[in-house]
C-alpha cells in the first residue's frame, strides 16, 4: 500500500513537472512567433516604395496582416492554454482521488487490525481460562458472556464491511416490510444493556410507530447510532433514544452528552472511512464505516438524517422516515 501510494506521488510530481514544461514551451512559441511577425513586417514596410502612389495602401495592408496574426496566435495559444489546464485540473483531481483512496485504504487496514485484534485476543484469553482452570459457576458464565460479546463486536464489524460493500455493489436487495420502530428499539436496548450493563439508556416510544423498511438495514442503522453514541459520550453519562409518530413520519432520535461534534465536520461525519479528528475522540475505535452505512441505509429507506446539539452539551442523530399509510388507520 506505501509502494503503491509514492508511485502515484512520482508520477503526480513528474506529470507537473511535463505540464509546467508544456505551459513554458507554449509561452516561448508564442514569444518566437510574435517576434518572428514583427521582424517581417518591418521587412515588409521597409520593402515599399514610399513615393509609390498606393504606399499607404500597402503600408494598411501590412498592419492588418500583422494584426490578423498577432491575433491568430494569442487565440490559439489561449485555446491550447485552456486545454492544458483543463487537462492538468481533471489529472490533479484524479490523482488526487487515487491518493485519498489508498489513505481511507491504509487507515481502514490499520483501524481494523486494531478493532479484530482486541476482541480476538480477549477471545482466545477465556478459553485459554476456560481449558486450563477450573472455575465456579459464576466465574465461568461471565467469561462466557465475556466472550460472547467480543463474537457480537466482530459480528458487527463483519456485517458493517459486507453490507457496505453490498449496497456499493448494488448487490444488496432490499425487502420492505411493516416494522415497529419501538419494538425495534427495544431490541436494540436489550442487546447494548447486556453488552454494556454499565451503561446508562433511556427509551421514549410512542405506540403506531411503523415504517416500511428492511428490518435487517433499520436494525444495523439503529446499532451504528447507539454504538457511536456510546463511543463518544462519557461512560457515567445517559443515552436517550426517542421514536415518535409525526402526520406523516416516523422520527428516531438517538441522543449523547459527549463533546458534541463542531459545525464543519457535521457534514463529514457521512463520508466513507471519515472519522473525528479532535483530540477528544481521536483515539475512540472504529473504522469511519458506521454512519457512512446509516446515511447510505436512510437514503435508500427515502428518509433524511439530521445532526443537532444536545443540551447542555452533546449531538442529536434524527431518522426521519416516511410512516406506514395504515398506522393512521
Known amino acids: 500500500m506505501q509502494k503503491k501510494s509514492k508511485q502515484i506521488k512520482s508520477i503526480f510530481l513528474l506529470y507537473w513537472f511535463l505540464l509546467a514544461y508544456i505551459i513554458a ?13 514583427r521582424q517581417m513586417t518591418t521587412y515588409k514596410l521597409q520593402s515599399l516604395d514610399k513615393n509609390a502612389s498606393d ?21 490559439e495559444g489561449s485555446i491550447f492554454f485552456l486545454l492544458i489546464g483543463a487537462g492538468a485540473i481533471f489529472v490533479y483531481r ?14 481502514l487496514m490499520m ?18 481460562t476456560l481449558q ?4 465456579e459457576e459464576q466465574q465461568t458464565k461471565k467469561l462466557l458472556q465475556n466472550t460472547l460479546q467480543e463474537a457480537n463486536r466482530m459480528n458487527a464489524l463483519c456485517n ?10 448494488g448487490g444488496y436487495r432490499i425487502t420492505f416490510e411493516p416494522i415497529d420502530m419501538a419494538e425495534l428499539v427495544q431490541s436494540s436496548v436489550m442487546e447494548f444493556g447486556s453488552r454494556y450493563p454499565e451503561k446508562k439508556i433511556t427509551t421514549f416510544a410512542g405506540k403506531g410507530c411503523i415504517t416500511e423498511g428492511d428490518h435487517l438495514l433499520l436494525q444495523i442503522a439503529l446499532n451504528n447510532l447507539v454504538e457511536n453514541a456510546i463511543k463518544y459520550a462519557p461512560k457515567e453519562s ?19 452528552l459527549g463533546n458534541g461534534i463542531e459545525a464543519g465536520e457535521k457534514k463529514k461525519v457521512f463520508q466513507k472511512f471519515y472519522r473525528l479528528g479532535n483530540e477528544a475522540t481521536k483515539s475512540a475505535k472504529g473504522t469511519g464505516l458506521g454512519l457512512y452505512l446509516v446515511n447510505k441505509i436512510v437514503l435508500a429507506h427515502k428518509g433524511k438524517i439530521n445532526i443537532t446539539d444536545n443540551q447542555p ?10 410512516a406506514d399509510e395504515e398506522s393512521h388507520l
Request: net charge positive; charged share 20%; aromatic share 8%.
Open 25 to 37: 514551451a507554449l509561452v516561448w512559441w508564442y514569444i518566437a512567433l510574435s517576434r518572428q511577425n
Open 55 to 75: 504606399y499607404i495602401v500597402g503600408y494598411q495592408r501590412i498592419q492588418s496582416e500583422y494584426q490578423r496574426k498577432t491575433t491568430q496566435f494569442i487565440g
Open 94 to 107: 484524479a490523482v488526487n482521488k487515487e491518493l485519498k483512496i489508498t489513505r481511507q485504504q491504509q487507515h
Open 111 to 128: 483501524a481494523l487490525t486494531h478493532e479484530l485484534k482486541t476482541p480476538i485476543a480477549v477471545t482466545k484469553l477465556n478459553l485459554e
Open 132 to 135: 486450563k482452570r477450573k472455575l
Open 160 to 169: 458493517n464491511m459486507l453490507l457496505s460493500s453490498q449496497m456499493e455493489a
Open 238 to 256: 445517559i443515552l436517550t433514544i426517542t421514536v415518535k409518530h409525526t402526520e406523516s413520519e416516523i422520527v428516531l432520535a438517538v441522543a449523547d
Open 313 to 322: 452539551t452533546g449531538t442529536i442523530f434524527s431518522i426521519s422516515l416516511p
